[in-house]
Every structure is written in structure tokens, then in C-alpha cells.
């Protein structure tokens, strides 16, 4: 075991939904979709996340085939959009189940581990104050 009294992992977990034809949603496009919230355009949301137009389109229109609903409405204007009632709806949805697991396996790990073990937003707080 570690002497370093400063030891203490972290839990990190990736979570997404998927289909037989592939990725249905997960953090890229909950983060996307966050993204699209805060800035008010796909275009913006895409660069602030550095990756092209055409592939966070391509991702969110995947998404939307599966699920036969739209996620993001086009508002009047230049390239603004929003999200629809669904878009809130499972970006909220992803965030509190991703959270409920997240605890549920900072809990589990430690009772089985004998560190002190952290959930990912416990370890960001302490980084802050660091």
C-alpha cells in the first residue's frame, strides 16, 4: 500500500447507451448537448469542444434517427439552435443516472479497497483549493 498520506484515487467511469447500430449516447454528446445550451449554436458548441461541424451534426443526427425525435431545434437566425423538450430531457436524464453510478461505485470501492478513494468531483474540489 501506499505510505503517501496524500494517496487517494479517484473513481472515473465513462457511461453510454448503445444500440446494434452503435452509439446512442454518452458523454461526448451529453457534453454536446451541454455545450449547445450554454452557446446557443451547434457551430460554437462543436469548436468549443474541438471537433468539426460535421462530426458533432453527424452524432446528434444519429442520436435523433434512433430515438425518431429530435434533440436540438433550429431557432431563426444565423446557425443558433436549442434543445427540445427531449434534448433537456435526456441530458438531464444522463446527468443523474451518471451520478447515481458514480456513487454507487465511489461507495462500493471503499468497502473494497483500503484507500481513501474519491469520487471525480471530491478529487476536482480538493484540486481547486490546492
Same mark, same amino acid.
Given at each position: 500500500?501506499?505510505?503517501?498520506?496524500?494517496?487517494?484515487?479517484?473513481?472515473? =467511469?465513462?457511461?453510454?447507451?448503445?444500440?446494434?447500430?452503435?452509439?446512442?449516447?454518452?458523454?461526448?454528446?451529453?457534453? =454536446?448537448?451541454?455545450? /449547445?445550451?450554454? =452557446?446557443?449554436?451547434?457551430?460554437?458548441?462543436?469548436?468549443?469542444?474541438?471537433?468539426?461541424?460535421?462530426?458533432?451534426?453527424?452524432?446528434?443526427?444519429?442520436?435523433?434517427?434512433?430515438?425518431?425525435?429530435?434533440?436540438? =431545434?433550429?431557432?431563426?437566425?444565423?446557425?443558433?439552435?436549442?434543445?427540445? $423538450?427531449?434534448?433537456?430531457?435526456?441530458?438531464?436524464?444522463?446527468?443523474?443516472?451518471?451520478?447515481?453510478?458514480?456513487?454507487?461505485?465511489?461507495?462500493?470501492?471503499?468497502?473494497?479497497? $483500503?484507500?481513501? /478513494?474519491?469520487?471525480?468531483?471530491?478529487?476536482?474540489?480538493?484540486?481547486?483549493?490546492?
Amino acid at each position: 500500500m501506499s505510505g503517501n498520506d496524500n494517496f487517494c484515487p479517484r473513481v472515473r =467511469l465513462n457511461l453510454w447507451l448503445e444500440t446494434d447500430e452503435g452509439m446512442l449516447f454518452g458523454l461526448g454528446r451529453a457534453q =454536446l448537448l451541454e455545450k /449547445i445550451e450554454e =452557446l446557443g449554436s451547434l457551430n460554437k458548441a462543436a469548436k468549443e469542444l474541438g471537433m468539426s461541424y460535421r462530426a458533432a451534426w453527424g452524432r446528434l443526427k444519429n442520436t435523433e434517427e434512433v430515438l425518431g425525435d429530435s434533440l436540438v =431545434l433550429k431557432t431563426r437566425g444565423r446557425g443558433g439552435c436549442s434543445l427540445t $423538450p427531449l434534448g433537456e430531457r435526456v441530458l438531464e436524464e444522463y446527468r443523474q443516472w451518471t451520478k447515481e453510478v458514480e456513487n454507487f461505485a465511489v461507495m462500493t470501492a471503499r468497502k473494497s479497497f $483500503p484507500w481513501r /478513494i474519491a469520487s471525480f468531483e471530491e478529487d476536482e474540489e480538493r484540486r481547486m483549493k490546492e
